[in-house]
C-alpha cells in the first residue's frame, strides 16, 4: 500500500512540476505574438555644400549638387542598416517643392523642423559638407590641365593630391527644433594624384548637372572614396544615435469635409499630424446629450461607420479610400492615432 502511495506521489509531483513549466513559459510566447514597435520615422535633407562649392565646381567643371549625392549615399547606408524608417524622396521632394523651401534652408533646424511636421516624421536630419577638396603637394610636372576630369583652376593640376571629405549632421526634433543628437564623418583617399575625379574606371563624368554618387565607378575615383569613406563613418554615428529618438504618438480629430465618387475629403491634413497610409475610423453623431441648466453639450452619441485610408494630405486636407463601411457623408466625424 505504501509503494501504491508513494507512486502516486510521485506522479502528481512530476505533474505539477510539468504544468509550472508550461505556465512559465506562456509569456515568452505572448511576447514572441505581440506587435513589434515601429522605428524611429526620419526625413534627411539634402547636405549644405555652400563653403565648399568653390572647391566642388573647380573639381567637376561645373556646379553640382554634392550636397544631394551625399544625402542619397547616407539614405542608402540607413535603409541597409534598418534601424531607421527612411522617407523616400519622391514624398520629401514634393513637399519642399511646395513650400518653396531654398538651398539656403538646407542647415536650418528650424526650417527643417517644419518640413518636419508636414511629412509626419519623428526627427529629421539636417547636415553640412564641411570639406570636400585636397590636400596639395607640389609637383615638378608644371602646365594646366583642362577640362573634367582636371581640378584645372588656380594652379592646382600642377599638384598631386589626396581627396579629403568632411560631414556634419543634427536630428532635430520637429516639435522643439531641439537637436536630438549629432554625428560626424570623415573621409581621406588612400590615392592622391593630379586629378582627383581620376582613376574610377569607366567612369566618363557626369551629365544633366549631377554626379551619381552611388555609382561604382565614381566611388573608384579618389574623390569617389572619400566621400564613400566619409558617409559610411557618418551613418554609423548617425545610427549610435537612434537610442535617443523616440516615436512620436499623435491623436488626430476632424471632420469629413466632402464625399465626392467614392474619396473622403477631409478637413485636416499634415499641420494636424496625418500623413499618407495613416487609417481612422469614421462616426456618426446620432444624439446629443445637453445640460438642462446651460445648454452644453455633455456627450454625443454616436454609431461606427467604417475605416478610410490616407491616400494624399498636405497642410489643411487629406484625401482618404474607402477601407470598410459605407454610406460616409458630409460632417462625419474622423478619429485615429498615428504612430
Same mark, same amino acid.
Given at each position: 500500500?505504501?509503494?501504491?502511495? $508513494?507512486?502516486?506521489?510521485?506522479?502528481?509531483?512530476?505533474?505539477?512540476?510539468?504544468?509550472?513549466?508550461?505556465?512559465?513559459?506562456?509569456?515568452?510566447?505572448?511576447?514572441?505574438?505581440?506587435?513589434?514597435?515601429?522605428?524611429?520615422?526620419?526625413?534627411?535633407?539634402?547636405?549644405?555644400?555652400?563653403?565648399?562649392?568653390?572647391?566642388?565646381?573647380? $573639381?567637376?567643371?561645373?556646379?553640382?549638387?554634392?550636397?544631394?549625392?551625399?544625402?542619397?549615399?547616407?539614405?542608402?547606408?540607413?535603409?541597409?542598416?534598418?534601424?531607421?524608417?527612411?522617407?523616400?524622396?519622391?514624398?520629401?521632394?514634393?513637399?519642399?517643392?511646395?513650400?518653396?523651401?531654398?538651398?539656403?534652408?538646407?542647415?536650418?533646424?528650424?526650417?527643417?523642423?517644419?518640413?518636419? &511636421?508636414?511629412?509626419?516624421?519623428?526627427?529629421?536630419?539636417?547636415?553640412?559638407?564641411?570639406?570636400?577638396?585636397?590636400?596639395?603637394?607640389?609637383?615638378?610636372?608644371?602646365?594646366?590641365?583642362?577640362?573634367?576630369?582636371?581640378?584645372?583652376?588656380?594652379?592646382?593640376?600642377?599638384?598631386?593630391?589626396?581627396?579629403?571629405?568632411?560631414?556634419?549632421?543634427?536630428?532635430?526634433?520637429?516639435?522643439?527644433?531641439?537637436?536630438?543628437?549629432?554625428?560626424?564623418?570623415?573621409?581621406?583617399?588612400?590615392?592622391?594624384?593630379?586629378?582627383?575625379?581620376?582613376?574610377?574606371?569607366?567612369?566618363?563624368?557626369?551629365?544633366?548637372?549631377?554626379?551619381?554618387?552611388?555609382?561604382?565607378?565614381?566611388?573608384?575615383?579618389?574623390?569617389?572614396?572619400?566621400?564613400?569613406?566619409?558617409?559610411?563613418?557618418?551613418?554609423?554615428?548617425?545610427?549610435?544615435?537612434?537610442?535617443?529618438?523616440?516615436? &512620436?504618438?499623435?491623436?488626430?480629430?476632424?471632420?469629413?469635409?466632402?464625399?465626392?465618387?467614392?474619396?473622403?475629403?477631409?478637413?485636416?491634413?499634415? &499641420?494636424?499630424?496625418?500623413?499618407?497610409?495613416?487609417?481612422?475610423?469614421?462616426?456618426?453623431?446620432?444624439?446629443?446629450?445637453?445640460?438642462?441648466?446651460?445648454?452644453?453639450?455633455?456627450?454625443?452619441?454616436?454609431?461606427?461607420?467604417?475605416?478610410?485610408?490616407?491616400?494624399?494630405?498636405?497642410?489643411?486636407?487629406?484625401?482618404?479610400?474607402?477601407?470598410?463601411?459605407?454610406?460616409?457623408?458630409?460632417?462625419?466625424?474622423?478619429?485615429?492615432?498615428?504612430?
Amino acid at each position: 500500500m505504501r509503494v501504491r502511495e $508513494m507512486k502516486s506521489r510521485r506522479f502528481w509531483l512530476t505533474m505539477g512540476a510539468l504544468m509550472v513549466l508550461a505556465l512559465s513559459s506562456l509569456p515568452v510566447v505572448q511576447a514572441q505574438n505581440a506587435a513589434p514597435k515601429r522605428k524611429v520615422r526620419i526625413a534627411i535633407l539634402d547636405f549644405d555644400y555652400a563653403t565648399v562649392q568653390t572647391n566642388s565646381a573647380a $573639381m567637376f567643371g561645373s556646379n553640382v549638387d554634392v550636397g544631394r549625392g551625399i544625402a542619397d549615399l547616407l539614405v542608402t547606408d540607413l535603409v541597409k542598416d534598418g534601424s531607421y524608417s527612411i522617407i523616400e524622396r519622391k514624398m520629401l521632394d514634393k513637399v519642399l517643392a511646395e513650400q518653396n523651401f531654398s538651398n539656403s534652408n538646407r542647415a536650418d533646424p528650424t526650417s527643417a523642423a517644419k518640413i518636419g &511636421r508636414l511629412l509626419g516624421v519623428d526627427a529629421i536630419l539636417v547636415g553640412s559638407i564641411t570639406q570636400f577638396g585636397n590636400e596639395n603637394k607640389q609637383q615638378g610636372a608644371g602646365g594646366m590641365g583642362g577640362g573634367l576630369g582636371r581640378i584645372g583652376m588656380g594652379g592646382f593640376s600642377h599638384k598631386s593630391s589626396k581627396a579629403i571629405v568632411g560631414l556634419s549632421a543634427r536630428l532635430v526634433n520637429i516639435d522643439t527644433g531641439e537637436i536630438l543628437g549629432v554625428a560626424e564623418g570623415k573621409g581621406e583617399s588612400k590615392r592622391e594624384g593630379l586629378s582627383l575625379t581620376g582613376g574610377g574606371g569607366g567612369w566618363s563624368g557626369f551629365g544633366a548637372g549631377g554626379v551619381n554618387f552611388g555609382a561604382s565607378d565614381f566611388q573608384q575615383t579618389i574623390i569617389g572614396e572619400a566621400v564613400k569613406q566619409a558617409t559610411d563613418g557618418l551613418a554609423i554615428e548617425v545610427i549610435a544615435n537612434a537610442p535617443k529618438l523616440t516615436t &512620436r504618438t499623435i491623436s488626430v480629430t476632424g471632420i469629413v469635409a466632402a464625399v465626392d465618387h467614392g474619396s473622403i475629403i477631409l478637413n485636416i491634413g499634415s &499641420r494636424a499630424g496625418l500623413k499618407v497610409g495613416d487609417q481612422l475610423t469614421v462616426e456618426r453623431v446620432t444624439r446629443e446629450i445637453k445640460d438642462p441648466a446651460t445648454g452644453n453639450v455633455l456627450r454625443r452619441l454616436s454609431t461606427s461607420i467604417g475605416t478610410v485610408k490616407v491616400i494624399d494630405v498636405d497642410e489643411q486636407s487629406a484625401v482618404c479610400a474607402i477601407a470598410t463601411g459605407a454610406g460616409y457623408k458630409e460632417g462625419d466625424i474622423v478619429k485615429t492615432v498615428t504612430q
